[in-house]
Every structure is written in C-alpha cells, then in structure tokens.
C-alpha cells in the first residue's frame, strides 16, 4: 500500500482558503486517492475522491498533478466548524473495495 | 446516502466480558466491511477485512480469537470483543463498501467508544 505524508498542524484564519498537501511517491496505476475528515470521538467523512487532474464538489476541490505523486485538497474559505483532522489516503481498487492505510493527518485548526 | 451506523456508540464494562458492536450500512449494500481502531490522538488502524458470507481478513498483530468479526448479511457487520480487558478500551469504526453507484468508497460509521474498568 502507497505510503502517504502530510504535515502534522495547519492554521488558518477563517475565510481563508486552506490548501493542505499529500505526498504519495509510491502510488500505483490502480490508486485512487481520497481525502477525509474527522471531527474528535466521530469516525472520518468521505470529502472528496479523484484519480487525477482536477476534482470538484460541494465542499472542496483535489488537485492532482500528472505524475500523481502527490495530491492538494483545497477547502475554500474555511470556517470555524472546518477545524478538523484531515486524512489523505492511497489505495487500491480491488475485488470491489479500496483497502486504505491511514497516514497521520493533518489536523487544521481554524483561528477566528 | 452512503450512511454507515453503529450500535452502542459507547460502552463501559467490567475487565474478562465479552462486548458486541453492530455496524450497519442503511442505504446501501456493502459487500465489504472494515473494522479499525482508533486510540486518543492516534491515527486510525485498520484491524480486519470482512466480506459478506467469509471469514475475514486479519492484519498482522490482531488476535482473530479475541476480535470476532461476523459479516451475515450485506447490510451488518459485527466485532466482538471476548474477554476484554483494560488494553482494549479504545475508538472503534467501522467502514463500509461496495453497491452499485457507490464506487470503492469506504463510508465510515460514528465509532463506539469501548471502556474496559
């Protein structure tokens, strides 16, 4: 499994944009790459899911370069409710379910 | 949709008891389940791989005797935890995937605190 690092803390004032980056050098072919929140004492939520290039949704938006060796997910003005650990994870897509490891995190902390 | 529960979401019990947590994906069919934990400040760890209808799949370092995990259905998972001792107090999730429309996407229950005194 593709072994992934993000830095530890972030702050960010709120309505900022916060752009938080993933490194996975050893991603495979069949890797799909997946973001995740999680608020304390409450499992992760799914954010935002993509393969490469550019991915968009509601809440946020994952940059992925063509070397996909890392990936950026981008939270656009970020509000006090958005402090949370964020998870970047690498997996592979197989037998119907993407098996994922956990990295650290990284836990943003919103300052008013 | 996408909605993945668990049952308790804490529980407190006496050291060498045996403790059941129910996960249950309610909107969809998940034909894969995992089960992690997660101690305070730490990441989460995954524990075991569960498909509907078969043993699961253990990591390295998780006793399969103590961990009983059951996948009857498509739509429930259990964990139980024999024996439970102090050690074991800790966060566990669930996450489930699988069903059409839903991709490879693990879809993550609230977690249940588990206390062993």
């Known amino acids: 499994l593709a072994k992934t690092t993000q830095p530890i803390s972030m702050d960010s004032y709120e309505g900022q944009e916060v752009n938080i980056t993933c490194s996975h050098n050893?991603?495979?072919?069949?890797?799909?790459i997946t973001w995740y929140q999680q608020f304390p004492s409450q499992g992760p939520r799914f954010i935002i899911q993509?393969?490469?290039t550019k991915v968009t949704n509601e809440v946020a938006s994952l940059f992925i370069p063509a070397d996909r060796k890392s990936s950026t997910l981008s939270l656009p003005r970020v509000s006090l409710s958005d402090t949370a650990v964020y998870y970047c994870?690498?997996?592979?897509?197989?037998?119907?379910?993407?098996?994922?490891?956990f990295g650290t995190g990284t836990k943003l902390q919103v300052i008013p | 949709g996408a909605v993945v529960s668990q049952h308790p979401s804490r529980v407190i019990c006496k050291s060498g008891t045996s403790v059941k947590i129910e996960c249950r994906s309610l909107?969809?069919?998940?034909?894969?389940m995992f089960w992690y934990r997660q101690f305070p400040k730490q990441s989460l760890m995954l524990m075991a791989t569960?498909?509907?209808?078969?043993?699961?799949?253990?990591e390295q370092g998780v006793e399969k005797d103590k961990f009983l995990i059951n996948h009857a259905s498509l739509t429930l998972s259990t964990l139980t935890v024999t024996s439970a001792h102090p050690e074991d107090s800790s966060f566990y999730i669930c996450?489930?995937?699988?069903?059409?429309?839903?991709?490879?996407?693990?879809?993550f229950g609230p977690g249940t605190r588990l206390t062993v005194l």
């Open positions: 993509g393969y490469k």
């Open positions: 994870l690498v997996g592979v897509s197989s037998g119907g379910y993407q098996k994922v490891t």
């Open positions: 569960s498909n509907e209808g078969s043993k699961a799949t253990y």
């Open positions: 909107d969809f069919q998940a034909t894969t």
């Open positions: 996450s489930a995937s699988g069903g059409s429309g839903y991709t490879d996407t693990q879809y």
């Open positions: 050893n991603i495979a072919t069949n890797d799909y």
